[in-house]
């Protein structure tokens, strides 16, 4: 099953890459390069990082209904978390923020429905179909990850840029939950959310920020909020999932 999450997800990154690189496949760094007063524009990457999500969760479903199919209850778990995040994660990606503001990518909503009747009634955590959900769980997760990650090297724009990294530490953040729950399931898995804003981009750039600035509002992760004292407090929002 991993070897062909692997082959489904890399063909699609290079397929999206295609637009964004040079004729050979690869970023040619002797592009010539815009203006200094030119800003990247962020669409020339979010499809490219959406597919790639897109990716990551056909190939989660697919690992869940086989996991179904074949009685499996670890991975069914696992595939069914990581699903979930990956989904929530494309939704912020394409979602259009209020630069003002401090915004949330939440924890999922899991719907175990389809994994709770495959619990054995003797779990034993050290069986090999729960080592093999262990290890397919952490190497999938990763390769989702590379599939958005490839992209911040040539990300330019503090906002996009950030905010890719921000989805990355997201799904970083799901490895540990997802882990713990097929060694001691008790259906309480969470995935941690994490909080961002534009912030540290306005602080780079110079310029104040202001509901009515044009463009799509994506936003910076605070990496350590400890690092900035906060003046005065930020509303907060949270993208509701449909």
């Known amino acids: 099953m991993l070897r062909i999450f692997l082959i489904a997800l890399v063909g699609t990154t290079l397929i999206a890459c295609e637009g964004c690189s040079g004729a050979n496949g690869t ?3 002797s592009d ?34 086989k996991a179904v199919e074949k009685q499996k209850f670890g991975e069914c778990i696992a595939a069914t978390t990581l699903s979930s995040a990956a989904k929530v994660s494309k939704e912020i990606l394409v979602t259009e923020f209020n630069d003002a503001d401090e915004h949330i990518i939440p924890s999922p909503k899991l719907d175990f429905a389809a994994c709770t009747p495959l619990k054995p009634e003797a779990f034993d955590p050290k069986s090999a179909d729960t080592v093999a959900a262990l290890s397919t769980a952490e190497g999938a997760l990763n390769i989702a990850i590379s599939g958005v990650s490839i992209y911040l090297p040539k990300i330019k724009d503090c906002k996009s840029r950030v905010l890719v990294q921000a989805l990355v530490k997201y799904l970083q953040g799901a490895l540990g939950p997802v882990l713990e729950e097929v060694k001691a399931p008790d259906g309480k898995l969470e995935i941690p959310a994490v909080t961002f804003s534009f912030e540290e981009c306005a602080e780079v750039s110079g310029i104040p920020l202001k509901d009515e600035d044009e463009g799509v509002g994506f936003v910076v992760h605070r990496l350590d909020p400890q690092d900035e004292p906060m003046d005065s407090p930020k509303k907060v929002s949270q993208v509701p999932l449909g």
Not at 35 to 57: C, G, R
């Open 32 to 65: 010539p390069q815009p203006p200094a007063n030119t800003k990247e524009k962020v669409k020339d990457y979010v499809p490219a990082i959406a597919l790639a999500l897109d990716s990551s969760v056909l190939a989660f479903d697919t690992w869940t209904n």
């Open 27 to 29: 970023h040619n760094h």
